[in-house]
């Protein structure tokens, strides 16, 4: 069969429709990947192959201004014309949409076409996309229980969020750090904002390195716009760093790692677990509904991480937060631990088979 999977927009839903796409491959069905017109899903889905990938328009709406919604109903609708032909073309079976306005379109044409839809939240706290594209799909698939309540009218399943296959491979941290030019026994930090970067996290970092010098080597994967500015950092404060815009194979960074100080996107967050990697979660503050916050209480809560807002990260709280971990080993390994347990096991297989029993 033939499927339609609508995930771009960022890497956190871009990479989980990956995930799933490649299970449906490897059982014998086609794939066609509905991704924006951002530069982020271009680069993401370079080289493969096995896939068939279309780009859809796609706004979310900032406003309710007669010129924002003007926009967001005119790319909606050439959104929708372009779906119908790729539909009449492709005959998906089912259509699959990992949250954002970049699936509003293909759910709305296969579910008029009378195909079994789905929407996939992969966070605590539902966006608006989301929200409305529950009201059209067969069923909405959760990345945590504590989305369901968000969800009161709509048939949900709780499946975790999909890594891609490559991210399951095992990882030799020596090797991994050898790949970096890093220490195989220095304690590892990795910095990372998500798919696009962070500021917010790549100032309070480059204020905390003359307080970790001598201590510390990093993996630091900054975005495109912080990438100079970060590097010249750490060569000032003499910290051994590897500083990338971004790292295509990031199973090799999460391995090298031994605490990762990152944004609390869901995706991010399954990945962390996968590796049991602690963190100290610094949430994006301008986050839909704050979910990134909500996302973070969870590993909290379970003691997988720790967690500081940016109106309370400073080059002196963030050193306290690594510190404090790297003195107590006891703790890592617990931290460790505790994230492996959140580690949803075979989730991008669960979604496959979720849509698989409606056809």
């Keep these: 069969m033939r499927f339609a999977i609508a995930a771009g927009g960022t890497g956190g839903h871009l990479f989980p429709g990956l995930a799933v796409g490649e299970v449906l491959i490897a059982r014998g069905h086609g794939v066609m990947l509905l991704i924006s017109e951002k530069e982020i899903d271009v680069l993401a889905t370079r080289g493969r192959d096995e896939f068939r990938i279309e780009k859809v328009a796609g706004e979310g709406l900032q406003s309710k201004s007669p010129l924002a919604l003007l926009r967001f109903w005119l790319k909606l609708r050439a959104a929708k014309r372009r779906c119908s032909a790729l539909f009449d073309d492709w005959k998906p079976a089912a259509v699959l949409g990992m949250g954002g306005f970049t699936c509003f379109a293909p759910i709305v044409v296969g579910k008029k076409r009378g195909l079994p839809t789905f929407v996939h939240e992969s966070n605590a706290i539902p966006g608006r996309a989301n929200r409305w594209n529950a009201k059209h799909v067969t069923r909405v698939l959760l990345g945590f229980e504590d989305c369901r309540r968000h969800f009161p009218n709509a048939q949900c399943e709780v499946v975790g969020t999909p890594i891609r296959s490559a991210l399951r491979q095992p990882v030799d941290r020596s090797a991994a750090r050898a790949a970096f030019g890093l220490s195989p026994e220095k304690s590892t930090l990795l910095v990372m904002g998500g798919s696009q970067g962070a500021s917010g996290i790549n100032k309070r970092v480059v204020e905390a390195l003359p307080k970790l010098t001598g201590r510390v080597q990093a993996i630091h994967l900054t975005g495109k716009s912080d990438e100079a500015a970060t590097r010249d950092a750490y060569a000032k404060a003499g910290v051994k760093a590897h500083v990338a815009a971004f790292h295509h194979a990031m199973q090799e960074a999460y391995g090298a790692a031994d605490i990762a100080i990152a944004r609390s996107g869901a995706a991010s967050l399954t990945e962390l677990s996968h590796f049991g990697l602690p963190s100290v979660l610094i949430p994006y503050p301008f986050a839909a509904e704050d979910h990134q916050t909500a996302n973070a209480q ?51 297989e669960t979604v496959a088979d979720t849509i698989l029993k409606f056809l």
Excluded: C
């Excluded at 379970?302 to 963030?318: F, I, N, Q």
């Excluded at 492996?340 to 075979?346: S, W």
């Design 298 to 348: 969870i590993f909290v809560r379970a003691g997988a991480g720790v967690m500081l807002k940016e109106s309370d990260a400073t080059g002196d709280t963030l050193t306290a937060a690594i510190n404090g971990l790297l003195d107590a080993p006891e703790k890592l390994a617990a931290m460790s631990q505790a994230a492996r347990a959140l580690y949803p096991n075979n989730a991008a």
